[in-house]
């Protein structure tokens, strides 16, 4: 089962970029999907994460108020919109399709992950 993000790139700091995580629709209907991010040298970190019906988020205090995570259940594709980006952000983000219903930060409750997209912001 693969998961696609996308929409990753070069930007600077204070633009904004908003990643795609495409999931195949047994591992997304029923499903919570996340983000998380894993900066050179650090840990994966929790960023977002939403509800399988898209009515309950959840944000690391990291990125809380510039970033807002989305999903259209008819496309089968969970969004991450980045505002005010800042070269901390800097990261290859990840998106995880979770064995649960409900938004979570712990990484254990992914079962499903996709590749990575790199989001690099230069100040």
């Known amino acids: 089962v693969q998961l696609q993000a996308s929409g990753g790139g070069l930007l600077q700091a204070g633009g904004s970029a908003r990643l795609s995580c495409a999931a195949p629709?047994?591992?997304?209907?029923?499903?919570?999907v996340g983000w998380f991010r894993q900066a050179p040298g650090k840990d994966r970190e929790f960023v977002a994460a939403?509800?399988?019906?898209?009515?309950?988020?959840l944000y690391a205090d990291s990125v809380k108020g510039r970033f807002t995570v989305s999903r259209d259940n008819v496309q089968h594709t969970v969004y991450l919109q980045m505002n005010n980006l800042e070269p901390e952000d800097t990261a290859v983000y990840y998106c995880?399709?979770?064995?649960?219903?409900?938004?979570?930060?712990?990484?254990?409750?992914?079962?499903?992950w996709g590749q990575g997209t790199l989001v690099t912001v230069s100040s």
């Open positions: 939403i509800n399988w019906r898209g009515g309950a988020t």
């Open positions: 995880a399709s979770s064995r649960y219903p409900t938004a979570s930060g712990d990484r254990q409750h992914y079962l499903y």
């Open positions: 629709k047994r591992t997304f209907s029923n499903n919570a």
